[in-house]
């Protein structure tokens, strides 16, 4: 059995719809970045450290976009290669410490949202729970036990189900009423909107592994392009709406 290893030029061919997400990914969570850095000056002092959160989701994306293209376009040109042992192009472990990192970030920004309304840290720390059972069930099920897709897959929904849960009816969405901040209320409930529908797109794309629900509409569609959509909607998304958040807000208070 021949194996060719990954030290071939890895360069984009026209036409791999894939590859060209992973390299705007980088390029659109990059230019986020700098954006929210740089606009942290236009805002209040109690907003700087939203924006910096927001800055820093798009930027430790950045980084493992730029690992995860390359090993990407690695694994393609490898499995061209005739006679050459299969590499899956998925980068599902940049991918997982990527999520590990940026979605318990989300949360943080929830929390930072509602901390001049009495959030206690047990609420960032329920919220960030819900995050690692999802996100260590998903890894299971698709790096250790693929053969148990489907049965990961629902354990990984309980997580994202509280999320969904706290930010709709559970302490977050409380909180938010209690406000009486209408700005406030507007940026949950958008929020609420991302973690919904947006982070719908995640197990859209889990669904076509192999054995799972979806999985014979694989051909045009794939994990990774449904990933990368994902996290370009989600990450920059969130980050605007907090952005929205801390100008109207600063503007009142001008
Ligand atoms: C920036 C990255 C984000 C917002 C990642 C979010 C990831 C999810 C919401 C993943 C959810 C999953 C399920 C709900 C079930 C199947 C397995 C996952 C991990 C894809």
């Not at 980084?63 to 980068?91: C, F, K, Q, W």
């Not at 943080?108 to 901390?115: A, C, P, Q, S, T």
Request: net charge positive.
């Amino acid at each position: 059995m021949k194996t060719a290893y990954i030290f071939l030029s890895s360069t984009l061919q026209p036409g791999d719809v894939t590859g060209f997400t992973f390299f705007v990914g980088l390029m659109a969570m990059f230019a986020a970045s700098v954006f929210f850095f740089f606009e942290r000056s236009n805002v209040d002092g109690k907003w700087k450290t939203s924006l910096l959160v927001s800055g820093l989701i798009t930027m430790i994306a950045a980084a493992h976009y730029y690992y995860m293209r390359d090993y990407y376009l690695a694994a393609v040109a490898n499995n061209l290669i005739e006679g050459a042992t299969y590499i899956n192009p998925s980068p599902t472990q940049f991918r997982y410490i990527d999520w590990t990192l940026t979605v318990p970030l989300m949360c943080v920004e929830f929390f930072l949202l509602l901390r001049p309304y009495g959030a206690k840290q047990s609420l960032l720390w329920k919220m960030i729970g819900y995050s690692v059972l999802m996100l260590v069930a998903g890894y299971i099920g698709e790096a250790i036990q693929p053969e148990q897709t489907i049965l990961w897959g629902i354990i990984s929904t309980v997580g994202w189900a509280g999320i969904v849960y706290e930010a709709t009816a559970g302490s977050v969405a409380k909180m938010a009423q209690a406000s009486g901040d209408a700005n406030l209320q507007k940026a949950i409930r958008l929020l609420r909107n991302f973690v919904l529908v947006g982070w719908a797109i995640y197990p859209i794309g889990y669904m076509l592994m192999p054995g799972n629900l979806m999985a014979g509409m694989a051909g045009s569609l794939n994990i990774d392009l449904m990933y990368n959509l994902g996290d370009a909607v989600n990450k920059i998304g969130f980050g605007l709406v907090v952005y929205q958040m801390a100008v109207s807000s600063s503007k009142k208070a001008a």
